[in-house]
C-alpha cells in the first residue's frame, strides 16, 4: 500500500515510521522530560530493518529527538539502503548534544541553512527528502523569510521537498500557497483527538498530511488503562506538557479512556488490533494522510506495518468512529 507524497509525485509507503522515540531521553532547561524513557540503540536498529522488510519506505525524525541522537541511529541503520527509502526530519529546536537539553528555538534563514547541515551529518546522507520547519505555532508572517532559504537548499540539492509541522491550518496555508517546494503539513491527527482543521489545507493545495501521534501517544495501542501504573519521570507522558492532552501526571486521561472504550469494538470489527485499526481510521478520512506511529521494539514495528495490508477502515465503520468522538 502506497500513497503520494504530496504534490512532489514521490510515492512512499502509506505507513511511515516516527523515530522520536529512539532518540531516548532527552529534557529542556526546566527539566521538562521530552524523550520516551531509555532506549536500546541495537534494538531500534533491529526494528528499521524490519520496517524496511515490511515495506516500509518512510522514515521522520527531527535533529532535537535525543538532542542529535535520533538522526544519528536512523542514518547509520539505513547505510547502504540510502536509495529505498525517504527521510523526513525536521529543526527549529535548538539544543545542546552532550547535555541532551533544549536550549531555545531559532527561526532565522541562517539557522535553517547551520541545521541543515547538521542534520546531513548525523544522518550520513548527501540530501534531505523532506525538511520541515518544527516550530508549531511560529507566526506565519515571520516565516515567510524561510521559503527563499529552503528554496536556496532545494536548489543547492541538500533539500528535495519542504514542510511545517504545524497543527495551524493559516500557517499550513500560508506555506503551500508561496513554497514552491512545499509538499506536506505534519500536524495532530487521531480517531480520539481528529483536530481536522489542517486537513481540508492538505487537500485544497495537494500537500501531504502527516499524522503525527496517530496512536493517542500510545493509548491506541491498548496498553493503558485508568490502573496502569504512572510513566516514569524520564518519558514525556510522565509529566505531559499542555499540548500532550491524552495523558496526564503520568495516566491516560479518564475522558480519553472513555473515549477509546466507546470505538474500541468498531476499530478491531474486522480482526485488527486495535492500533491496526486506528491506523485503517486515518487511511479513510483522506487520500492524502499518511500516519506515522512511533517504535521502540521490532514487535511495534510488525504490528504498525501489519495494517499496511489490511487497508484503510470500510468507509461506513470510520464514519461511525468519527460521530461518536465528535458527538
Known amino acids: 500500500m502506497t500513497r503520494t507524497l504530496g504534490r512532489s509525485g514521490v510515492e512512499i509507503s502509506a505507513l511511515g515510521m516516527g523515530c522520536w522515540a529512539i532518540g531516548g531521553p532527552f529534557h529542556g532547561k526546566d527539566g521538562q522530560p521530552y524523550g520516551w524513557g531509555e532506549v536500546d540503540d541495537a534494538e531500534s536498529t533491529r526494528a528499521i530493518h524490519a520496517a524496511l522488510d515490511k515495506g516500509v519506505t518512510f522514515f521522520d525524525t527531527a535533529d532535537v529527538y535525543g538532542a542529535g541522537h535520533s538522526e544519528r541511529v536512523l542514518g547509520a541503520a539505513l547505510k547502504g539502503k540510502r536509495d529505498k527509502v525517504v527521510i523526513a526530519t525536521k529543526w527549529g529546536n535548538m539544543f545542546c548534544e552532550e547535555k541532551k537539553e533544549m536550549d531555545g528555538v531559532d527561526a532565522s534563514p541562517d539557522y535553517v541553512r547551520w541545521a541543515c547541515n547538521n542534520s546531513l551529518r548525523r544522518l550520513g546522507t548527501d540530501y534531505i527528502d523532506l525538511y520541515q520547519f518544527h516550530l508549531n505555532d511560529y507566526p506565519a508572517e515571520k516565516a515567510e523569510p524561510l521559503i527563499e532559504a529552503l528554496e536556496g537548499l ?70 493503558y488503562t485508568a490502573s496502569s501504573k504512572p510513566l516514569g519521570p524520564d518519558d514525556v507522558r510522565g509529566k505531559a506538557p499542555g499540548w500532550m492532552v491524552l495523558f496526564k501526571d503520568g495516566k491516560a486521561t479518564p475522558e480519553a479512556l472513555d473515549k477509546l472504550a466507546a470505538i474500541r469494538e468498531i476499530l478491531t470489527r474486522d480482526g485488527r488490533t486495535l492500533a491496526q485499526g486506528a491506523l485503517g481510521w486515518l487511511w479513510a478520512r483522506s487520500s492524502l494522510t499518511i500516519p506515522i506511529p512511533g517504535f521502540r521494539t521490532v514487535a511495534q514495528v510488525e504490528e504498525n506495518a501489519g495494517a499496511l495490508a489490511l487497508g484503510a477502515l470500510p468507509a461506513e465503520d470510520a464514519e461511525e468512529a468519527a460521530t461518536i468522538i465528535t458527538g
Not at 164 to 178: H, K, Q
Not at 185 to 212: G, Y
Open 154 to 223: 532545494v536548489k543547492e540539492g541538500k533539500i528535495r521537498w519542504y514542510g511545517w509541522s504545524t497543527d495551524f491550518p493559516d500557517r499550513a496555508r500560508s506555506w503551500a500557497d508561496r513554497g514552491a517546494h512545499c509538499t506536506s503539513i505534519q500536524h495532530d491527527f487521531c480517531v480520539v483527538n481528529p483536530l481536522p482543521e489542517v486537513l481540508p489545507v492538505c487537500e485544497e493545495f495537494n500537500l501531504a498530511s502527516i499524522n503525527r501521534g496517530p496512536l493517542g501517544m500510545g493509548l491506541l495501542t491498548g496498553k
